[in-house]
């Protein structure tokens, strides 16, 4: 079953490649060449699972209007300096989203309302993981650049505060100080603003000197808390909000790594695409580039959507109104339609997020696509499984591979092809995994994790509740 091996170079895309032990220096990229251009296979040279330890940055988003570059947390696009994640962490953060966003879902909006009431913090349904990505925002008058992770899955945005009255983690650029900008305003406790933080942070606001304060927790124990208020908040020089409301936050922990805050692209009226709905009116794309190594964009409005994006109806779930939810219909394994049956993801419906890493299925479907995609790869020696990750492959005595293609279909007939760096996640040469998961039990809700959407442009179409994709948005 040898593959035809052409010497055309068709295309390369780039996968992620943490190193684990040794230097523990992370996440860096190794570009992922494919080598054969067949309908239903991708083949891959082996020897291109190389680390890349430059940045190759696209200018993706140089080309669009209302648009930021997005780089991966960890890797040579990023300058923070705190130590990446082992792969093994990746995962484990990942997990602890995933279930953070399953607690959230198993209750009812009253149950939320009724912890939040208590006065121990309860927010369990945004999460951060380690495998996220970041933009940079302008902030206040005179403007202050802050690197913030986007985040589809939640909704309030915030950024660490001087002067930190009870903790700040280390992040790259100086703290935000509001005394600093002419533009900052507190927002008080008899707003009614304030009260919105209910649905926003799933919390109840408190009050300080009769200013009003925010707590957000996530899944994995970060948190922060600190004022709610007003900013002139500049994305680029003809995109400048004034009285943006974002939490100052003044007791930070956890996770962030030297990002400044989030920036949330949720549904809720406080996220970013409600608060600026008058100009972009709820519409925004973005690529998520293929490896740490390269670059993708966030922009918002109209521009830059591509005329072969195939959309799909957003669907609202009960319980997580602030999600992006979407019916998938079916998944292909090099180009044979698995038999699982249409109500295995509907009973649980399935999210889009940007921030959980590894897509989850319902573990009636992974299990077909386990199958199919085992079957297909049978030249091959497995090798050892990693947390989540039960089928991986040992590559280290092949120059090439060959994979099947694997495409997901969605409610509305559309089908979308995965890119070769959302089939593979690589640990190294020996230990090259299938990246999907199956979640514990098919009534869990299904999660499009970001590796799967990496290259494709995904679109967001607030106004005619609809998600769209289109290949080759970036590399
Ligand atoms: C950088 O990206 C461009 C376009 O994607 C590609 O042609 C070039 O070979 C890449 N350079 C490196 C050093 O990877
Ligand atoms: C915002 O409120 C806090 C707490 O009352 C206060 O310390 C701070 O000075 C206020 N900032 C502004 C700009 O009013
Ligand atoms: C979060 O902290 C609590 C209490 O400190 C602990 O019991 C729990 O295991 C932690 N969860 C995670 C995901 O680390
Ligand atoms: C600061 O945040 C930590 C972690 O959420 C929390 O345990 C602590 O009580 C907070 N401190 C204050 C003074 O609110």
Redesign the pocket.
């Known amino acids: 079953m040898a593959a035809t091996i052409s010497s055309t170079f068709l295309s390369a895309s780039l996968l992620l490649l943490c190193l684990l032990s040794a230097s523990r220096k992370g996440c860096v990229a190794f570009e992922q060449q494919e080598l054969a251009a067949e309908t239903h296979h991708h083949t891959l040279l082996v020897s291109s699972l190389l680390p890349s330890s430059v940045c190759n940055s696209s200018k993706a988003a140089d080309k669009k209007s209302s648009s930021l570059t997005v780089i991966h947390k960890h890797g040579p696009c990023s300058q923070l300096t705190s130590d990446a994640p082992t792969h093994a962490e990746v995962l484990l953060h990942d997990q602890a989203r995933v279930n953070s966003i399953h607690s959230r879902l198993a209750k009812t909006l009253n149950n939320v309302k009724e912890t939040a009431a208590t006065s121990i ?1 309860a927010k369990d349904g945004s999460i951060l993981g380690s495998g996220n990505y970041i933009v940079t925002v302008g902030l206040g008058t005179p403007k202050k650049d802050l690197s913030l992770i986007f985040d589809t899955g939640s909704d309030l945005t915030w950024t660490q505060c001087q002067p930190c ?3 700040c983690y280390q992040q790259k650029e100086p703290i935000f100080d509001p005394t600093q900008s002419k533009s900052y305003l507190n927002i008080s406790c008899s707003s009614s603003i304030c009260g919105s933080l209910y649905s926003a942070t799933a919390n109840a606001p408190d009050c300080s000197s009769s200013t009003c304060v925010y ?1 957000i ?1 996530y899944g994995d ?1 970060s ?1 922060s ?1 600190g004022f709610l208020g007003t900013e002139r908040l500049t994305l680029t020089s003809t995109d400048i909000f004034d009285k943006f409301l974002f939490g100052c936050g003044e ?4 996770l962030f790594m030297g990002v400044a805050g989030l920036l949330g692209l949720g549904r809720d009226k406080l996220s970013f695409p409600s608060q600026t709905a008058q100009k972009y009116n709820k519409v925004f794309s973005y690529c998520l580039p293929s490896s740490a190594s390269s670059t993708g964009y966030l922009s918002f409005g109209n521009s830059g959507i591509s005329n072969s994006v195939k959309f799909t109806p957003l669907v609202t779930l009960a319980r997580g109104p602030s999600f992006y939810g979407l019916g998938i219909t079916g998944i292909s394994v090099g180009g044979e339609r698995l038999s699982i049956s249409s109500s295995v993801f509907t009973t649980a419906g399935t999210i889009i997020d940007s921030g959980t890493v590894i897509t989850r299925l319902p573990p009636t479907a992974y299990s077909a696509l386990r199958t199919a995609f085992r079957q297909g790869m049978s030249n091959y020696p497995m090798g050892k499984a990693l947390g989540i990750f039960d089928t991986c492959y040992d590559f280290s005595s092949y120059n090439s591979v060959r994979i099947p293609k694997i495409s997901i279909s969605f409610s509305g007939g559309i089908e979308v092809e995965i890119a070769p760096a959302g089939i593979l996640y690589a640990i190294s040469r020996s230990q090259v995994c299938l990246a999907f998961a199956g979640n514990n039990v098919d009534s869990k809700v299904g999660i499009l994790g970001n590796v799967q959407q990496k290259t494709l442009q995904v679109v967001y179409d607030g106004p005619n509740e609809r998600v769209g994709f289109a290949a080759g948005g970036c590399s």
């Open positions: 913090p009255f009870v903790h707590k927790r124990n948190s808390m007791n930070n922990t956890g």
